[in-house]
């Protein structure tokens, strides 16, 4: 790829030229952000049925775009799913998950390795401005930081905010239920360097929107790629003093709330600069709600359980494509996941994927711009370094499962395995392998495939 | 009363010219219409996270007016919920709950006394056009039917289309889940008489659609209130040939999305009749989901428990306000309850609410107009004929409670009783009654003067 990277000023208007068939040679690479939340749940927006979090940005947002009502992240957890959205890769097959440890943590000696091909390290060979602002959690060391891995820029908390706990003795709830800064010495970075510690976590969520729109600004008379990763709303729950008190669903609803300004921020600032019709931006989370800490913790809806499972409530995430003019707004119920936007990216930018290496996604270009149907018909849910449960069309079969953060302590095997239909059942309450043996051998065979397709990389999330 | 009813066509104009502040003296009297379902579940709907079922028209409905996601019914099963609807009162006032009989069934004697005031005799003593299209479940002899209680007709199944049942030696299994016309003999009935034994289920929705759109047109001159009590999502399920096997949701949802078209044929023809503008339509239905039917009942998203108890899944309600020009659009996220509508439509029509007995519901006017806060800060939650919750302000206290139809047989004393925080955990998932001592005191004395200023009916539900 390095023979592309000193040409970035003439790329955008040669590829223009023949990519998008139909365009005008003088049309710009449309711009792309990523906003991606952390612990958000499926039914936590307002446009996704919570009644006490007014999101009323993020609704306006769904109702010109597409509402994605069964969108998959590829892990129940931090880093494995960060490591997919970037890679378009299931983790197993670049070592950022792990039969041992859940996430990078500050004693990580490792991340994401050099070379795996990130969507910034893709656009920006194609001639993008690529920028990263928040959270990155696929390793906090220099070869492993955004910087190194494609993104022009990195300003960011670069792993989870309850981490780097500072040492005061404090019990969980006096630590969670009455956050202060320096509870977490968390590091605030700017490319690779630190540049404050303990970062104030009140403002973070105005300051990552803040730079955003700055980097609008400065890119807008070339090609962007902005990943913003908020560190929101993951526990510790910090907020600004403007959103202090002002959701009815307290605390955590006042941080989706300051994150749903800072959605309408964002927009308006495309607007305001007539990027909107060129921009698609995407919405989505990492994983599900953390259902241990309560009402510090987010719902996932109608789903059941919650981050660190693989029910439907770990991975299944509330999902919005907007892109003013280009897509046709309605709520999409097929099946889509942030292994799909590195395909989907490249086709609508002309970007070039990996081609020496296999990727799991789909070009969702179908589904966006022309109403088709999803070319994606089945996910792999993985927990950790091991494979829990298959979907296949509308039907799930669960090998193993095991309850998120909460009670069940050990996995349980399942065989046969338990099945359920994900359209006539989305909570995943009747067991019908009794009635579907020819579905359970289906994907049982699906299965067999792709694990024999699968060649596992060496566990990066070990070493400390 | 008496006085009001032979002077139906003069009526309007006298009143429009002092009731309507700022409208002009010719304007028509607004048109009012009340969809309602029968079963259906606070997640059934796209607009409030359902993910498989899809209903663009009650999505779009609740983009132009006000998605309603803290409204209550006042009971929740069928009879004395439509009870509470008809007459803006707890049932426990008017003999329409019962500690024996849940609801009133083909062999009961008796129904809605003929002292009782329902909307449709307020609003034809008023001067408007009444109609009653549907389930009725307020007594199917003669001097309880709509025609009996201020309808000018009525077209429909008198109770629950389950009931009846046929001779036919059928499992529960066979009746429910592959349910044929003949295996219930309900009634369809046109104002007093049966047209039609066994009803064809399969297309009732339809007919009932059509049946509304002609009274619109008929009606199109002259102020009308229509109230369309669909028989569906209720078990068994029915749908017409161009609805089955629509929806990803199987049967369940099929039936919902012709519920959905339907709605979109009685806007459409407002709009093509130019009614829309004078027209206030609101959409809900009579009580929670019934879980015990497995996929053939709905969904209560993130509310806990369903049809029968007193959980919030038992008594909240996807409901929608819809005025082109009159109401701003927006979620409103607090409580409102169908006993609030006789007072709402008594404001908006300056119709004569009762003045010789306790009302129980407020005018929404100012939240649907105005954008204030709801004037309803209180609910009671009956099970039956007796107090079993009580809300204050965001705090449920719940004395007693009972898992719906599954399951638990008796029901549970609570000293002291539950306390949860609607607003921070909507699923009642964290009992905070230890932290808030001072709230389950207000709560316990808002509670007594209720049971004070109650004086419980003659019990109609068990007379058979």
Known sequence: MTNYRHCRTLLPLLLAAFVLPGAAAAEKLPNIVVIFCDDLGYGDLGCFGHPTIATPNLDQMAHEGQRWTEFYVAACV???SRAALQTGRYPIRNGMCSGQRRVLFPDSKSGLQPSEITIGRMLKDHGYATHCVGKWHLGHLKPHLPTSHGYDSYFGIPYSNDMDAAPAKLTRKQRFWSPQVEYWNVPLMRDMEIVERPANQHTITKRYTEEVQQLIRKNKDQPFFIYLAHNLPHVPLFVSEKFSGASRRGLYGDVVEEIDWSVGQILGTLRELNLAENTLVVFTSDNGPWKSFQDHGGSAGLLRDGKGSTWEGGMREPTIFWWPGKISPRVVSG?????????????????????????????????????????????????????????????????????????????????????????????EQWDVAADHSEVLESIGKLRQQHLDGVEPAEDQLVKR
């Open 78 to 80: 931090c880093t494995p």
């Open 335 to 427: 099946m889509g996941s942030t292994l799909d936007l590195m395909p989907t990216f490249a086709a609508i930018s002309g970007a070039k994927l990996p081609a020496d290496r296999k990727l799991d996604g789909y070009d969702l270009g179908p589904v966006l711009f022309h109403g088709q149907v999803s070319p994606r018909n089945e996910m792999f849910y993985y927990h950790g370094s091991e494979l829990y449960a298959v979907r296949q069309g509308s039907f799930k079969a669960h090998y193993k499962t095991k309850t998120s953060y909460v009670g069940q302590k050990e996995a349980v095997v399942h065989d046969p395995p338990l099945l359920f239909h994900l359209g006539h059942d989305p909570s």
